[in-house]
């Protein structure tokens, strides 16, 4: 079985820095939901929803960070994380009344890594 030729692009490394750096922080959030540390429970009860959402939350973090490793779901796990750091921006502005600044960061990230692995898409339209 011959393998694949890779060579690698700037394009291609500027992508993998974007996507280590975003799995890096997004694993470490993911990990302090899941783990209970006190600032987000505070948080989560500020919010109002429960609990329930902070392991929600903690979990689909944790898993992006994972796909963001793995090629073949590199770019939808940046464009789920990206929905979800939208998510994050309108809940510090509007419930928590907190700056959006980390989140807003975040999601420029996962913008990038999107932008650089857009042909990637499993949904991206047809030419």
Do not use: H
């Amino acid at each position: 079985m011959a393998a694949e030729e890779r060579t690698a692009t700037p394009a291609g490394i500027a992508a993998w820095v974007l996507q280590i750096l975003l799995g890096l922080a997004i694993a470490g959030a993911g990990a302090a939901k899941l783990a209970g540390d006190f600032g987000m429970v505070r948080m989560f009860d500020d919010i109002g929803t429960g609990q329930w959402l902070r392991f929600v939350v903690g979990a689909l973090e944790v898993a992006a960070a994972v796909g963001l490793m793995v090629p073949r779901l590199r770019a939808l796990a940046a464009f789920c994380l990206l929905l979800l750091l939208i998510g994050a921006t309108l809940v510090n502005l509007t419930v928590l009344d907190s700056n959006p600044l980390s989140a807003i960061a975040l999601a420029a990230l996962a913008s990038g890594i999107l932008l650089l692995r857009r042909q990637e898409l499993p949904f991206r339209p047809k030419r």
